[in-house]
């Protein structure tokens, strides 16, 4: 029998009644579930269950928006969930654990089983997190309190296996306890929904309780999306809402622009416009704009999201801030979760692949926004704890240096930052040695020549040199200076002086105002551009030096492939440079000195 908007009213009438029934019952009750907290106690602990069950388990295409709000569900009571540690004794309850899930904490509409139909609902789909709650609860051997089996059956859901238990708030909840203090992680892959229970094992459990043992026929839910029953009132409602008009997409998260991924951007979203529509999440819209630092492509997109107010509020944050130091990075952190967030406030749940930019991707897989998505990793750096053990190391060598350990990320920042690379479906970088560092999904893309060979340049065998950065350790500022000492080179460079006043006492040294003009006139006074940077996430100078034809000598943290004019040195040091310069001056009689003459 078809449901009426009677039933409906009768059914909301009820729900409403049970739930003052509960709230009262639980306000009064001494003996009510508190809400655990969020430990690390047994963060290490042995794995105790785990219930692993797919996210995407719709039958039919119509059936895909629904799915994918489940998913979003998901994601946001995950985060309430995960890390939450029960202690010894006490009773896990999931309504009082997630409390009551509305649009105001961004719960979407899913699917969600009533008067034996899958209906759209808001935060529809939950019952898969308690369903996988119980199934893990049921491994763990932990007593079940209270449980209550699904009036129809979901394909592909663990109702098919009776190992299901439904919720609806706050009368039919789930709970459970065990013998011991345990420890709950809901992770979300691309494909599945993962729960896990940590703790002490012991050696006996009291027996498990179920409140709905009773076996049912398995009937199954016929779903509004796929019924075909237009008579029914729900139908009509979701026809006149044109739930069946949403398309799956996919969303690019951008910040600054490089030339080199705004080339792949503009391919990517051409390649995909026809099949999944693009939507392109920035600060500003710097073509519109005339803003080179946000000139993304956006010709082919479905839809641009700006966030002006951000974009100034960074702008006026990032103009009192150091070149330098702890304050600065932190201030970063700070401005790329803001940024995340606003992203992940208009990121449609039917984005079910995203383009990331890499200062974005810690804040994102913090807030859950990557479980159950695809996504490929826009690097713009390479991962913290490689550059945090390159900086170490130069430490130890020179200990003087207030530079090179001047800020270190957090233990969890670099293990989320790990985790959420290993997720991803591709790394995509210019820099050679970046991508070396994932063999399998490195994505490799060619580096632009930002200037055209126009310059006339008569000094090729001068001794005077270009040092690409600024005074800084992880530039390689001290091998630059040492080689420069005693090859007799006169040195011009760009940028601050972070490593001293009197770093480059003793050498001839000309420092260059800022700006690409000036850039330009320097090279046309210099025999090579010097590279020997520990750590180098953009070869701006010496790209645009070998597009001019000038020799460079670069370390392979450049991230330049071989090509013609290019010496790439093993390592940051002097006598790399000077063995080097003895490659391209072999007649220089000082190109045969040692590091060891200092």
């Not at 340049?457 to 530039?475: E, H, L, Q």
């Amino acid at each position: 029998m078809q449901p009426t908007p009677f039933d409906a009213f009768v059914f909301a009438s009820k729900a409403w009644i049970l739930r003052s029934i509960r709230g009262v019952k639980e306000s009064i009750s001494a003996q009510a579930p508190r809400k655990a907290s969020f430990s690390q106690q047994w963060h290490d602990a042995p794995v105790l269950a785990q219930s692993i069950t797919p996210l995407w388990t719709q039958t039919s295409t119509a059936e895909l928006r629904l799915t994918a709000g489940k998913v979003e569900n998901l994601r946001i009571a995950a985060q309430a969930l995960n890390g939450v540690e029960v202690s010894l004794g006490e009773t896990f309850s999931f309504w009082r654990q997630l409390g009551q899930p509305n649009r105001l904490k961004g719960y979407r509409e899913g699917r969600e089983i009533r008067e034996g139909c899958v209906v759209p609902s808001i935060a529809g789909g939950l019952c898969q997190l308690s369903n996988a709650l119980y199934d893990a609860a049921l491994k763990a051997n932990f007593d079940i309190l209270e449980r209550h089996k699904h009036t129809r059956v979901i394909a592909g859901s663990l109702a098919e296996q009776d190992r299901d238990a439904t919720v609806f708030w706050n009368y039919v909840d789930l709970r459970f306890k065990s013998a011991q203090g345990f420890r709950i992680e809901i992770d979300l892959s691309a494909a599945d929904l993962v729960v896990t229970f940590k703790g002490p094992k012991v050696e006996t459990f009291s027996k498990a309780i179920d409140s709905d043992q009773k076996t049912s026929p398995k009937l199954f839910a016929a779903s509004c999306e796929t019924c075909g029953v237009h008579s029914c009132f729900r139908h009509e409602q979701m026809h006149s809402a044109g739930t069946h008009d949403a398309a799956f997409s996919y969303a690019a998260l951008l910040d600054g622009a490089w030339p080199e991924y705004s080339q792949w951007i503009a391919h990517w979203i051409s390649e995909n416009k026809i099949k999944n529509p693009t939507d392109i999440f920035l600060p500003l819209n710097g073509l519109q704009r005339k803003m080179s630092r946000y000139s993304w492509p956006v010709d082919g997109a479905r839809k641009i999201f700006e966030f002006p107010l951000f974009a100034f509020y960074r702008s006026l944050v990032s103009r009192r801030l150091a070149n330098q130091g702890k304050k600065r990075q932190l201030a970063h952190i700070q401005l790329n979760t803001q940024l995340a967030k606003n992203y992940t406030s208009k990121l449609p749940v039917t984005a079910l692949h995203l383009v990331i930019q890499q200062n974005l991707l810690v804040p994102l897989y913090r807030q859950g926004v990557l479980g159950g998505r695809t996504f490929d990793v826009l690097m713009t750096q390479a991962p913290a704890n490689r550059i945090e053990a390159t900086l170490d190391q130069a430490k130890e060598q020179f200990p003087s240096s207030p530079t090179l350990s001047d800020f270190r990320a957090d233990a969890q920042w670099i293990q989320d930052e790990n985790r959420a690379l290993s997720r991803a479906r591709s790394i995509v970088t210019p820099h050679a040695k970046i991508a070396k560092m994932f063999p399998n999904r490195g994505n490799l893309i060619p580096w632009t020549n930002l200037v055209k060979p126009h310059l006339n340049r008569t000094n090729m065998n001068s001794k005077t040199v270009f040092f690409s950065g600024p005074t800084v350790g992880r530039k390689g500022a001290y091998a630059m200076r040492d080689a420069a000492k005693l090859l007799g080179l006169k040195v011009i460079k760009q940028g601050a002086e972070l490593e001293g006043d009197d770093f480059w006492k003793g050498i001839d040294v000309e420092t260059i105002p800022p700006g690409e003009k000036n850039l330009e006139a320097a090279l046309q006074l210099v025999s090579m551009v010097i590279a020997p940077a520990l750590i180098e996430s953009r070869p701006v100078v010496c790209l645009k030096a070998l597009s001019l034809g000038i020799p460079v000598i670069a370390t392979e943290a450049c991230g330049l492939p071989p090509q013609n004019g290019l010496i790439i040195i093993p390592n940051s040091s002097s006598q790399a440079i000077i063995d080097a310069w003895a490659q391209l001056f072999p007649d220089n009689q000082l190109s045969n000195l040692s590091v060891k003459a200092l």
